[in-house]
């Protein structure tokens, strides 16, 4: 494995949006770079779901009386599942650091469901 196959696996995850067009700019037929990028990408859909999922719940729970408490306290949830985020996120710049191809917890599945390398 090379260095610059694991810089630019590790900055997919680093640079978000930005480190996925540098990674598949200079490495987009490498499968290494592809499915840490591809797992950087799933990473970022599962906050995006959980972020508007909490959004229409706490809007639709604001609408009723007393239960707007609902929606503050699910508002845990999403501080949970950002914790849980963040330590998936610094192991997956840890996998593409040392080499290995390892899914990551929920997102993994979720990143091999994304479109094939062109």
Do not use: C, E
């Not at 306290?73 to 949970?80: E, L, R, S």
């Not at 192991?91 to 062109?118: D, E, F, K, Q, T």
Request: hydrophobic residues 65%; glycine residues 6%.
């Amino acid at each position: 494995m090379r260095t610059s196959q694991r810089l630019l696996a590790f900055l997919a995850y680093l640079l978000s949006v930005v480190g996925w067009v540098i990674a598949l700019l200079f490495a987009r037929r490498d499968r290494f770079v592809v499915f840490h990028t591809k797992q950087s990408i799933a990473l970022l859909l599962f906050l995006l779901a959980v972020t508007a999922g909490w959004g229409v719940f706490a809007w639709l729970t604001a609408w009723f009386p007393f239960m707007f408490n609902i929606g503050i306290a699910a508002f845990g949830i999403v501080i949970a599942a950002f914790v849980f985020a963040a330590v998936v996120w610094i192991r997956g710049m840890s996998n593409a650091l040392r080499g290995h191809i390892l899914p990551l917890p929920i997102v993994g599945a979720w990143a091999r469901r994304l479109p094939p390398r062109p």
